[in-house]
T-cell receptor
Framework: QQQVKQSPQSLIVQKGGISIINCAYE??????FPWYQQFPGKGPALLIA?????SEKKEGRFTISFNKSAKQFSLHIMDSQPGDSATYFC????????????FGTGTSLTVIP | KAGVTQTPRYLIKTRGQQVTLSCSPI?????VSWYQQTPGQGLQFLFE???????NKGNFPGRFSGRQFSNSRSEMNVSTLELGDSALYLC??????????????FGPGTRLTVL
């Protein structure tokens, strides 16, 4: 059972455009929601993360929007650049029980110059 | 500060064999987690070790096992390999702080191919 569902599977955006990736979760006990970025041949790297008591978090061109009642959160990449082309994973965890993270299936983002 | 290192980076085995993968966490990190990454399933949690004890375990068969040493280095073992075990195995370490938002740092992974 996939505890975190992610869409779309792939995304093609023009340079300068906005990339939007969506995730939904089931377990209301989750209290930490990070997004990871992975380039080919590399391990995932933390991009940005949010707590459920915050509805939005922005770091540079990257913004997480969080809707607790809908159990959904999304990543927005503003002014997308070719260097942003990578696979993005959302994740969720229950901090009290350790570092067991539940990941979405990933979104392959391609930014066309 | 050195990142998470994993050895070997690539491995080819045949069905029925067993394999041991190694992970050295970032210095000072006591939590080490293992994930299996495949194109269809994404990242699936295998287990987490903290201070030499398995703290969490994912939904994988008993053929998958692990351990952590006193220096926080960790190994995972897969016995009786099956074709479906072909995957990228990722190790992640974290500076565990109770109640905190603990970032996980991933290694580059070990690419296992089972023939």
């Amino acid at each position: 059972q996939q505890q975190v569902k992610q869409s779309p599977q792939s995304l093609i955006v023009q340079k300068g455009g906005i990339s939007i990736i969506n995730c939904a979760y089931e377990n209301t006990a989750f209290d930490y929601f990070p997004w990871y970025q992975q380039f080919p041949g590399k391990g995932p790297a933390l991009l940005i993360a949010i707590r459920p008591d915050v509805s939005e978090k922005k770091e540079g061109r990257f913004t997480i929007s969080f809707n607790k009642s809908a159990k959904q959160f999304s990543l927005h990449i503003m002014d997308s650049q070719p260097g942003d082309s990578a696979t993005y994973f959302c994740a969720a965890s229950k901090r009290a029980t350790g570092n067991q993270f539940y990941f979405g299936t990933g979104t392959s983002l391609t930014v066309i110059p | 500060k050195a990142g998470v290192t994993q050895t070997p980076r690539y491995l080819i085995k045949t069905r029925g064999q067993q394999v041991t993968l190694s992970c050295s966490p970032i210095s000072g990190h006591r939590s080490v987690s293992w994930y299996q990454q495949t194109p269809g399933q994404g990242l699936q949690f295998l287990f987490e070790y903290f201070s030499e004890t398995q703290r969490n375990k994912g939904n994988f068969p008993g053929r998958f096992s692990g351990r952590q040493f006193s220096n926080s280095r960790s190994e995972m073992n897969v016995s009786t390999l099956e074709l479906g075990d072909s995957a990228l195995y990722l190790c992640a370490s974290s500076l565990w702080v109770a109640g905190g938002y603990n970032e996980q740092f991933f290694g580059p992974g070990t690419r296992l191919t089972v023939l």
